[in-house]
Nanobody, 124 residues
Framework: QVQLVESGGGLVQAGGSLRLSCAAS????????MGWFRQAPGLERRFVGT????????YYADSVKGRFTISRDNAKNTLYLQMNSLKADDTAVYYC?????????????????WGQGTQVTVSS
């Protein structure tokens, strides 16, 4: 079992950048495929991107491709989401998720473990 805690959210102007972190504790972090999702008010939770256990492979939603980068530091048990060129449409609560199933995992139902989320608000 793994516990996940996101941080780094906040208010940023359109065009700006933020880096989210997801700190993991419990079972060995490198056992997990990791993902980022987001949920805006009134909408379902949507896939942002996913990264393999080793960190060598990533996959992104079309809406963030070229702007967002997922990385992980297995020695620090931490997952990252670097968000650049932010738009108002990126406003949402961002969640990290973990599962032992092999990469790639793009559906929320594929993940067993979730963080509590961190709010990102982009002002236009």
């Amino acid at each position: 079992q793994v516990q996940l805690v996101e941080s780094g959210g906040g208010l940023v102007q359109a065009g700006g950048s933020l880096r989210l972190s997801c700190a993991a504790s419990g079972r060995t972090f490198s056992d997990y495929t990791m993902g980022w999702f987001r949920q805006a008010p009134g909408l379902e939770r949507r896939f942002v991107g996913t990264i393999s256990r080793s960190g060598t492979s990533t996959y992104y939603a079309d809406s963030v491709k070229g702007r967002f980068t997922i990385s992980r530091d297995n020695a620090k048990n931490t997952l990252y989401l670097q968000m650049n060129s932010l738009k108002a449409d990126d406003t949402a609560v961002y969640y990290c998720a973990a599962d032992t199933t092999s990469f790639p995992l793009r559906q929320p139902s594929s993940y067993h473990y979730w963080g509590q989320g961190t709010q990102v608000t982009v002002s236009s």
